[in-house]
T-cell receptor
C-alpha cells in the first residue's frame, strides 16, 4: 500500500535561513505522481508542484526547489532564504490513480 | 477559471444532530471530487471520492456519507454526529481527464460537535 512519511513534525527557523522539508514515500505503483501543498493559517491548501515518477530532474521555482530521488524514494522540498510568509503546514502527497495519499504534514515556523 | 466553493465556513452542532456540507465547482466539467477531514493538528484523511454523478467511493467506514447529485456538486452528510466528527472538512477537485492530476481545494468547513 502507498504511504507517505513526513518525519519532521515541526521546524522553526529564523528568516533568511534555508530549510528543507523531507518526504519519503512507499509505493508499488510503477507510474505515480508526487505533490507538495502548502496550508497557510487560513486553512485552504495551495498546490505547489506535481512531479511524475519518470522525471527525476530537480525543479526550481523562485525560492522553492524540489529534489526527487527515486533510489531513496524521497521528494524533498527546500525553501531558500525563508520569509515569515512561508510559515505554514506543508503536505507531501502521492498518487498512483484517483486517490492521493498525504503525509502528516510539517509545520514550518519562520521567525522574523 | 475554475472555482470551488464550500459552505458553511464554520458550523457548531450538537451530538446526534444531522449534518450537510456542500461543495460546488465552477468552470470545469466532469471533475473528480473529494472530501477530506483534518483533525486538529493532524494530517489529511480522505473520506470519499467521486469520478462521476452517483459514483461514490468510501475510504473510511463511519457515520458519514457522500452524494453527488449533479456533476459539479458534492455533499457530505451524517444522520447523527459524533464528538469525533469534529474537524476541518475540505472539498477538492481534480480534472476528470486523467488520474494523476493535482487537486485544488476549497476553503474548508470547520465543524465543532459539542
Amino acid at each position: 500500500a502507498q504511504k507517505v512519511t513526513q518525519a519532521q513534525t515541526e521546524i522553526s527557523v529564523v528568516e533568511k535561513e534555508d530549510v528543507t522539508l523531507d518526504c519519503v514515500y512507499e509505493t508499488r505503483d510503477t507510474t505515480y505522481y508526487l505533490f507538495w501543498y502548502k496550508q497557510p493559517p487560513s486553512g485552504e491548501l495551495v498546490f505547489l508542484i506535481r512531479r511524475n515518477s519518470f522525471d527525476e530532474q530537480n525543479e526550481i521555482s523562485g525560492r522553492y526547489s524540489w529534489n526527487f530521488q527515486k533510489s531513496t524514494s524521497s521528494f524533498n522540498f527546500t525553501i531558500t532564504a525563508s520569509q515569515v510568509v512561508d510559515s505554514a503546514v506543508y503536505f507531501c502527497g502521492h498518487t498512483g490513480g484517483f486517490k492521493t495519499i498525504f503525509g502528516a504534514g510539517t509545520r514550518l515556523f519562520v521567525k522574523a | 477559471s475554475q472555482t470551488i466553493h464550500q459552505w458553511p465556513a464554520t458550523l457548531v452542532q450538537p451530538v446526534g444532530s444531522p449534518l450537510s456540507l456542500e461543495c460546488t465547482v465552477e468552470g470545469t466539467s466532469n471533475p473528480n471530487l473529494y472530501w477530506y477531514r483534518q483533525a486538529a493538528g493532524r494530517g489529511l484523511q480522505l473520506l470519499f471520492y467521486s469520478i462521476g454523478i452517483g459514483q461514490i467511493s468510501s475510504e473510511v467506514p463511519q457515520n458519514l456519507s457522500a452524494s453527488r447529485p449533479q456533476d459539479r456538486q458534492f455533499i457530505l452528510s451524517s444522520k447523527k454526529l459524533l464528538l469525533s466528527d469534529s474537524g476541518f472538512y475540505l472539498c477538492a477537485w481534480s480534472a476528470g481527464t486523467g488520474v494523476y492530476n493535482e487537486q485544488f481545494f476549497g476553503p474548508g468547513t470547520r465543524l465543532t460537535v459539542l
